[in-house]
């Protein structure tokens, strides 16, 4: 036999010995898996084995925020592109169109005075309140505004189609953050064009289809820019018909602003050139922010030549 000292073996205490560590007045048997104190039922969170404690949870789920599930976040926001961020916001404004209009609106949406009042691109109108409104009274804002605005379902669901073509494709070939720059600045001069040459001071304008015509704009440049290969040139050449078909309805129909359309196709065929930069790979992101940073300008500066107009022949209104 050995000698050797054998160690008492002691049986753990009770179930009814031992309290919830959160509530002190209830006796349990049941300990947490993760840090072994003991629980109550109250207190037990099913656990993939067995159960964990309120604050073993909490914890665990604070180190998945800083660590895994921080790294999943930013890839979800980085999978998200900005095409659908712009086709969320194109819905939005019009859901707002509705609450104005009310339920009839659904379709046709609000009237043209709900929709100056929400932002439309006007240049300058009394309201019957007696309000002047516009563009030219310093509202510059209604001409990035009105680009989520639209006149009806229809107009909505054919701009977003639009968007929902060629966005994807610019934004996969030139990267999230140049199309933005595209859509916006582009939009913006679309906008200033329409105001600029309007056959009216209180012309209304809205609609994404000026920022959506820059869009393709810029898609015709970079494609061209690429010709010498197959796919560029592809697609070069299946752009003609459809160019074609929009030259004609835009000149077709009396509701379609013509001026913004061109205004945006134009600004577009600029953004598309200097998406991409050129030169040393030093110099282009230089280029590329100068060209967009131009064409803003350019559309302040349009949209201040007509205002400049307006004060002129409507000084009583200003």
């Known amino acids: ?3 050797m000292e054998q160690q008492p073996v002691i049986p753990p205490p009770p179930p009814g010995d031992e309290r919830c560590y959160r509530h002190p007045g209830v006796a349990t048997g049941v300990h947490c898996t993760r840090c072994g104190r003991p629980i109550c039922t109250e207190c037990m969170i099913a656990a993939p084995v067995g159960h964990q ?7 665990a789920r604070s ?14 926001a980085k999978a998200t592109n900005v095409t659908s961020v712009i086709l969320a ?3 939005i404004g019009y859901v707002l169109e509705v609450v104005a209009g009310g339920a009839g609106s659904l379709m046709s949406g609000p009237t043209t005075l709900d929709l100056v009042r929400l932002g439309a691109s006007v240049g300058l109108a009394q309201l019957p309140s007696g309000d002047v409104v516009g563009i030219a009274t310093g509202q510059e ?7 989520f605005l639209h006149g009806g379902i229809l107009h909505l669901l054919m701009n977003g189609y639009a968007l929902w073509i060629f966005g994807p494709v610019v934004e996969r070939e030139l990267g999230r953050s140049r199309f933005l720059f595209i859509f916006v600045t582009t939009g913006l001069f679309a906008s200033a064009a329409s105001y600029a040459f309007a056959s009216e001071p209180a012309q209304v304008g809205v609609g994404a289809s000026g920022a959506i015509f820059g869009v393709v704009g810029a898609f015709v440049a970079y494609n061209y820019r690429h010709r010498e290969l197959a796919l560029a040139a592809a697609r070069l050449r299946g752009l003609v018909p459809f160019l074609i078909l929009n030259v004609i309805l835009t000149f077709s129909f009396p509701l379609i602003d013509w001026r913004a359309h061109v205004g945006g196709f134009v600004a577009g065929l600029v953004a598309g050139v200097v998406a991409e930069g050129w030169g ?27 205002t400049a107009q ?7 209104l200003f």
């Open 1 to 3: 036999m050995d000698d």
């Open 53 to 59: 404690c309120p604050t073993c949870v909490g914890e």
């Open 63 to 76: 180190e998945y925020r800083k660590g895994p599930g921080r790294r999943v976040a930013i890839a979800n």
């Open 89 to 91: 916001l194109m819905g």
């Open 141 to 147: 804002w209604r001409m990035v505004t009105a680009i």
């Open 280 to 306: 040393r790979r030093s110099a282009r992101t230089a280029i590329v922010v100068a060209g967009f940073v131009a064409l803003a300008i350019a559309a302040l500066a349009l949209a201040a030549w007509r």
């Open 310 to 316: 307006y004060r002129a022949d409507f000084p009583s």
